[in-house]
């Protein structure tokens, strides 16, 4: 393993993200070869013995990812200013400590990949992966093909850019709609604040896949590692092909609400 920055390191052995570790530094909680270390910049390599709090850091494990159905009331986010509940309130206590790549509002659902590694979260969202994330919406109202026009050649709402989407028409459904929508960037409520800006209001909004990752049929709340084969095949990460895959992780109770 190469020299790394002490922040990527404690990052990636799962200790805390790089934000967390540059705090913890700050703190005098990290100690290098048995001194106290300040300096996130500060590089370290493999025979560097680093503790957190007197407690020795594992070695960084390699990457994994995990597809979560996330259900719809769940924020994407480890800490709540507002105290709602997160969607690592309902995470199965055996899985390591993960981070969502991405991010689905509170009332969205569906698809979202969990990773173990900050520079693999970072990677996949990045716009220049371009990869495409697909969306079945349902909104309000009876929309017509001119309507969805300007959502098919991108759009500006307020002040921000929004690039060209995929917008099929799929069924009428009573006073609803349902659409399937394509977009590469995935903004802050990009598909919601488009579609108010045509006049429509989503009023479910469900993440089929992202990249070439699929939600298919796993359960609402069940979470399901992401098999190394296929994170070789699609990433070129993973150990190697006759090492034995880690069983699923089993989907634990939700805590009740305080």
């Known amino acids: 393993m190469e020299q790394e920055r002490i922040a990527k390191r404690l990052s990636r052995a799962g200790v805390a993200s790089r934000r967390e570790a540059e705090r913890m530094l700050a703190e005098g909680r990290v100690r290098l070869n048995g001194k106290p270390l300040t300096d996130p910049a500060t590089k370290v390599g493999p025979e560097d013995a680093i503790t957190v709090d007197g407690k020795p850091v594992a ?10 159905h996330k259900p719809a009331g769940l924020v994407t986010t480890a800490r709540d200013e507002k105290g709602r509940t997160t969607i690592f309130d309902h995470l199965p206590t055996e899985l390591p400590r993960v981070m969502s790549i991405g991010r689905l509002d509170l009332n969205s659902e569906g698809l979202l990949l969990l990773t173990n590694d900050g520079g693999l979260k970072r990677k996949l ?9 697909r969306y079945r919406v349902r909104v309000k109202g009876s929309p017509t093909e001119a ?8 759009m500006t709402v307020g002040g921000e850019r929004f690039q060209p989407m995929e917008v099929a028409l799929d069924r009428q459904q009573g006073a609803n709609a349902w659409l399937t929508v394509g977009l590469r960037e995935g903004k802050n409520r990009e598909i919601r604040r488009a579609m108010a800006e045509i006049g429509l209001e989503v009023n ?28 070789r095949d699609q990433l070129g990460l993973g150990p190697a092909p006759d090492a034995p895959a880690a069983k699923p992780a089993r989907r634990r109770p939700a805590r009740p609400r305080r």
Request: aromatic share 10%; proline share 11%.
């Open 59 to 68: 070695a960084p494990e390699p990457a994994r990812l995990w597809r979560y």
């Open 125 to 133: 969202e990045l716009p220049q992966t371009g990869w495409m994330r």
């Open 147 to 154: 309507a969805l026009a300007p959502l098919k050649s991108g």
């Open 204 to 231: 479910r909004l469900i993440r089929l896949s992202f990249g070439p990752f699929q939600l298919g049929d796993l359960a609402q709340g069940a979470v399901e590692e992401i098999k190394p084969r296929i994170l």
